[in-house]
């Protein structure tokens, strides 16, 4: 079972301050992808990683692949209000000879609040 | 596109009742997941379709638990009999296939079962 390790769990900042989102695992995926989950509705996906090393910038978001895509980190520069949310990282497995049909291992998530 | 379609948005049944959560993915997608998220466990994938057929039902917990696709615009994901521990909210979700994994995932049901 591959698995994913996400921390912290939980993150209380205020508006403006900068955070750090870390998804770490002992297994090398395909690819990892970033979602964000606002409460009663689905994760919606951020970004999708594939290269190792890869720096992808979504705006104020800037997400890292390990050299190893082994793992992966988040960063948020001057948080907002509206940033915050449950965000959860996804791998999807390295399948020998086969497909993983998107089939995804999702971390435990990370609770962010960004207070006004 | 409607996105992902799940019904009911909520669910409140007694221990031992039977419960069908229904799932409609987006049209022309190949994959489909059957995932639950509980405040304990995170997200946990169950079970997952590929051209309608199941090709991974390891997470599914127990027997209890069962899954179909009948065709390629519906699915559904039964538990009889139903136990308080079932409660969580279900969330089926679909994917491209091919190069594509992303998955977009539909409203969720939320489960209690009292």
């Known amino acids: 079972t591959q698995l994913l390790e996400q921390s912290p769990q939980f993150l209380s900042i205020q508006e403006g301050e900068n955070l750090t989102v870390y998804c770490n695992s002992s297994?090398?995926?395909?690819?990892l992808q970033w979602y964000r989950q606002e409460p009663g509705e689905g994760p919606v996906l951020l970004v999708t990683?594939?290269?190792?090393?890869e720096v992808k910038k979504l705006k104020r978001l800037t997400f890292q692949f390990g050299d190893a895509r082994k793992d992966s980190s988040l960063h948020i520069t001057a948080a907002q209000p509206g940033d915050t949310g449950l965000y959860l990282c996804?791998?999807?497995?390295?399948?020998?000879?086969?497909?993983?049909?998107?089939?995804?291992?999702f971390g435990q998530g990370t609770i962010l609040t960004v207070h006004p | 596109d409607a996105g992902v379609i799940q019904s009911p948005r909520h669910e409140v049944t007694e221990m031992g009742q039977e419960v069908t959560l229904r799932c409609k993915p987006i049209?022309?997608?190949?994959?489909l997941f059957w995932y639950r998220q509980t405040m304990m466990r995170g997200l946990e994938l169950l079970i997952y379709?590929?051209?309608?057929?199941?090709?991974?039902d390891s997470g599914m917990p127990e027997d209890r638990f069962s899954a179909k696709m009948p065709n390629a615009s519906f699915s559904t994901l039964k538990i009889q009999p139903s136990e308080p521990r079932d409660s969580a909210v279900y969330f089926c979700?679909?994917?491209?296939?091919?190069?594509?994994?992303?998955?977009?995932f539909g409203q969720g049901t939320r489960l209690t079962v009292v």
């Open positions: 979700a679909s994917s491209p296939g091919g190069w594509s994994t992303e998955a977009f």
């Open positions: 049209s022309g997608h190949n994959s």
């Open positions: 990683v594939v290269t190792g090393g």
């Open positions: 379709f590929n051209n309608n057929v199941p090709i991974d």
């Open positions: 297994s090398v995926f395909s690819s």
């Open positions: 996804a791998g999807v497995p390295r399948v020998a000879g086969g497909t993983s049909y998107g089939k995804l291992t």
